[in-house]
């Protein structure tokens, strides 16, 4: 399989990593985790999920710095249109959990830890 094709595959699974997270931070009826904190943990865990995928790609920092800045304003964005719904929330928590979780993305992107997209281009390249 061409490793460019690959790259435009990871690309486009981000993208619909980001439109779940839109879609889910939107609904009125979202899922829940049956734990203490759960919504933040939701939070820390996707906005740390994309990010950290869109770290294999993006390995510049200036591109790194782009993503972080682009997670965490999606981050507040989505806030604000949780309170125009009407029928959810409006939280500086769970602002401040989607910052966190692109921290954390950012922190084990590689070359912290391997970069995914990489070994995956490697073993299907073959």
């Known amino acids: 399989m061409n ?8 690309k486009a699974a981000g993208w619909m990593l980001v ?7 939107l609904t009125p009826s979202p899922p829940h985790l049956n734990v ?25 920092l200036r591109q790194r710095i782009w993503l972080a800045a682009g997670m965490v304003a999606l981050g507040i964005a989505l806030e604000y249109a949780q309170r125009a719904t009407g029928y959810r929330s409006f939280e500086v928590a769970d602002m401040m959990a989607d910052a966190l979780g692109v921290a954390i993305g950012w922190l084990l992107a590689p070359p912290r830890l391997p970069n995914l997209l990489s070994w995956t281009k490697n073993h299907l390249s073959r």
Do not use: C, M, N
Not at 19 to 25: C, D, K, P, Q, R
């Open 3 to 10: 490793p460019i094709r690959i790259a435009g595959y990871w």
């Open 19 to 25: 439109l779940a997270i839109i879609a889910l931070s």
């Open 36 to 60: 203490e904190q759960g919504d933040k943990l939701g939070h820390l865990a996707a906005y740390g999920l994309v990010t950290l995928w869109f770290a294999q790609p993006y390995t510049a």
